[in-house]
C-alpha cells in the first residue's frame, strides 16, 4: 500500500482552510423537492460526508428553465438559498470543512414536463435522445434558440446564483 499521509494533512485552498486534501465531488442526487428547494434529507446526506476536506455539491440550476431532471437542485429563489443554508450549516455542524455549489444550465437537455417550460439553447438543435422526466423516459424537445437577450439574462442569472451561493 502507498504512504500516503498528505492525504490527510491540512491545506489551503486561497482563503479557505481545509482539514485534509478529501475532495467530494459533485453527484447528482435528485433529492431536491420538485421546485429545486433542497431538502433535510440532502442536508443529512452531505453532513455524513462532512469529513471530506471539500465538498462540491450537486449541480444546482440558475434559473428556472434551466432545469434538467425531476428534483435537482436550483439558487435562484429564496427558498433555494435557505435551503441550501440548511445544508451548509448540518455541513458545518457536523465538522465539515470547505462546500462549494456546482452551477449548471440544462440547455436542451431540459424538458417541459420536468420544468413547464420549454428549452432554451445556442440552437434549434434538440438532444437525439430520450431525456429523463418525472413521468419517465421521453424524446427530448426541440429547444427554443437563444437570443441574445436571453444569453444576456442567462449570463446575469449565473451571477445572481453564485451571489446566493455566497449567502
Known amino acids: 500500500m502507498t504512504h500516503t499521509p498528505a492525504l490527510f494533512e491540512p491545506a489551503r485552498l486561497g482563503p479557505l482552510a481545509l482539514p485534509n486534501r478529501l475532495l467530494m465531488a459533485p453527484l447528482t442526487r435528485n433529492r ?3 421546485d429545486g428547494t433542497p431538502t433535510e434529507l440532502m442536508a443529512a ?10 465538498i462540491i455539491a450537486e449541480a444546482s440550476t440558475p434559473n428556472a428553465v434551466g432545469q434538467t431532471y425531476p428534483n435537482i437542485t436550483a439558487i435562484h429563489t ?10 451548509t450549516d448540518a455541513v458545518r455542524d457536523a465538522g465539515g470543512g470547505g462546500m462549494f455549489l456546482q452551477l449548471q444550465h440544462g440547455g436542451r437537455v ?3 414536463a420536468t420544468s413547464g417550460l420549454t428549452p432554451v439553447a445556442p440552437s434549434p438543435v434538440p438532444l437525439p435522445e430520450t431525456v429523463v422526466t418525472p413521468g419517465g423516459r421521453r424524446p427530448a424537445v426541440v ?25
Open 45 to 54: 446526506y452531505y453532513a455524513q460526508r462532512a469529513s471530506a476536506g471539500l
Open 143 to 167: 429547444p427554443r434558440e437563444m437570443t441574445a437577450a436571453d444569453i444576456r439574462a442567462t449570463v446575469a442569472d449565473f451571477a445572481k446564483a453564485a451571489r446566493n451561493a455566497l449567502d
Open 32 to 34: 431536491a423537492a420538485a
Open 110 to 112: 431540459g424538458h417541459p
Open 78 to 87: 429564496p427558498s433555494h438559498v435557505a435551503g441550501w443554508r440548511r445544508v
